[in-house]
């Protein structure tokens, strides 16, 4: 697969760094295990957001939910069951790991599990410092400047 690029945008942007590595990952991604566990994420509104993974069968102890470096990771590791002889076996208890990249100044608020279903709670708090902000500008024409001599 051929590198792209992204001089052109660096050029006439700046803090964009991440978005190389982000598309590098996405397209480099596995996509054998992409499909389970299933999973949904909502935008509840500018701020919120929600991730549901479909788990069924999958309790408390057996998950682990991470965050490090802007990258949200779900792992599941089902025990084995010994004493079970199944005839068929369509619910999948495999162990799994899923990675969502976060975006700057995202934040998980917390996690649910209900009903076989995951919720991870997402919330985008922008710092003040960070937030738009207008600047004056000063009338320098009333301004008596000073010669020296």
Request: with cysteine; proline share 3%; aromatic share 8%.
């Amino acid at each position: 697969m051929k590198a792209i690029d992204f001089t052109p945008l660096y050029r006439n942007s700046i803090g964009f760094d991440r978005f190389a590595d982000l598309l590098d990952n996405a397209l480099s991604a596995d996509t054998v295990t992409a499909g389970f566990p299933p999973y949904n994420i909502e935008a509840i509104d500018n701020q919120r957001y929600s991730i549901q993974l479909a788990l069924a069968g999958f309790t408390r102890e057996d998950l682990d939910i991470s965050v490090e470096q802007g990258v949200l990771t779900v792992r599941g590791k089902k025990a084995q069951d010994e004493e079970r002889c199944y005839l068929h076996q369509g619910i999948a208890h495999r162990a799994f790991e899923r990675k969502f990249s976060l975006a700057d100044y995202v934040e998980v608020t917390g996690a649910d599990l209900s009903c076989g279903l995951l919720t991870i709670g997402l919330t985008k708090e922008i710092p003040e410092a960070m937030k738009p902000k207008s600047i004056s500008i000063n009338d320098r024409s009333n301004v008596i400047e000073h010669k020296s001599d």
